[in-house]
Each structure stands twice: as C-alpha cells, then as structure tokens.
C-alpha cells in the first residue's frame, strides 16, 4: 500500500460486477455479499434479494448503469438474512411490492440470537417489511413464477424465483456455488431440508438451466444433483452419529465431511450446526 497515502485504512470502495445470464437478466456481485439476481425492462428492475444495508448505495449505483437498468419496481427476499434485505426500506418506502414467503416476513418482525455466537439480528422497520406475502406458488404478470421451498433448509421462509423464457432459477442460501452454507436451525433451517430442498429444486430444473445459488458461481443441474448427494451422505452420517448417543463436539471430530472438504473448505462450523439442527429438528419440544 505504499505509494497511496490517505488511503491507507480507508476502506475500500465497493466495486459490485455484473454478470450477464441473458438479454434483460444479470447476476450482481458485491464483494463479501450475497448474490443479487436484476432484470431489466421497460418498467424499471426486478430484483431477487438485494444486498445487505452498507451495500444499498453500491447496489443502486450499478442498477443506474444497467442496459435498460433503473429503479426498482418489485423485490424479492428469498429469506430473511441481512445479506437479502439491504434494500427493504429504499423500496418499501418507493411503494412497490417486496414478495416474500410469510415465514421469512415473520421473522422480519421480530428480533433473532444466533446461540452459536451471539449475534443479534433486529426486526426491521415496518415499511421495510415485505408487503406482498405467500404461501405456497404464485406468477408475476411478466411470467416469471416463485415458490415456497417448504423442505426448511436453509430458514423456514425459503423460496425460489423461476425465469422460465430465460430458464434461470434462484434459489438463495438452499444452495452454495462457495462454501458450506450456514444452517441457521434457529429460524427453522436443518440439513435433512437441505437434501428435501435440493432434491425438491431438481424439478424445476434441466441440462440448461442456469441455477443462481445465495453466494458463489453459477450453477447446472449436475452440480445440483452432486451437491444433493454429498448432503445425502453427511446427513446419513451424522443421524448415525446421533442415534448412538454422540454430541456435536463429537460429530465434529468424526469429520463426516471429510473427502468434500477439499472443494467446499473446512467443514468443521457446518458439521457443528447441521448436527445442532438435528437436535433441533428432532426433539420433541422444540
Ligand atoms: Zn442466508
């Protein structure tokens, strides 16, 4: 850093890329940040999540710049996390619809502890919350269609948004392209909804679809598929390790990721919550 005085511990400026899936439609990267999926048209952006809150000026400064870009006129959260709901109160305050499966506006109402680490996640203003709910499935008049992924994989309020002329699904923190995803058990996540989910996402998908997962590189089918069966695996093995009495600490120690390891990086952290999840989902009174 030499040679650039008054820069030093100034921090960085966020320098977001896009990456063009097709004509109206892009995937937004923002450094340390969840994807953003945009699409264009006439009547401004379509966005699918949309930054964490220190990201929103960085956010609006690429959607300007944008073929066709612009103001946004609909938002989806595909789950409550602050990496999906930067841009709530820009657009809340705008008017326009933010879409989300009920689960994820309830828990956008209250506040929420991670126990693993004490960090503390603080309900949203109201017109940051999101204003046009569902349940199940439902289609935008532009035809692009979204549903619930009731498996909970990732939080109880998961959902999909489904470009079907451009044949892009979006699926959020379900899935990975960079790492082990967290498995926030807390708000409903668990690892058997992480094998329920991807399975359930392979049917929405073929040879040719374009997969936009949470965080990460674009994804196929085969990646689905694989990504499915690796989970498959680690779930099997840390029920076993359940059901014969074993603890996280434990379960961490028999390293049942071990041979994923290499692509996916150090298990440890995923293995200690996906196991917690299990407890979580299982006992009785939780
Ligand atoms: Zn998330």
Redesign the pocket.
Known sequence: MLGAPGTLGAQAPIVPQAERLAEDLFVLRIPNE?NVVAQTSSAGVLLVDGGSAQSVGALTGILSRLPGGGEVHTLFN????P??VGSNELVGKAGKPIIAQENTRLWLTTDVTWPWNGRRFTRLPKVAQPNRTFYTTATLESGVKYGYIPDAA??DGDMYVLFPQQNVLVV??VLSGQGW??V?WPTGGWIGGIVGALQRLQTLANEETRIVP?RGRVLRLADLKAQTEMYGTIYDRLTQLMNRGRGPTEAVEARPTKEFDEQMGNGDEFVRRAFESLWAYLSPDA
């Open positions: 969840a595909t789950h409550w996390h990496e999906q990732h939080t959020g923190d995803p967290v926030d949470g």
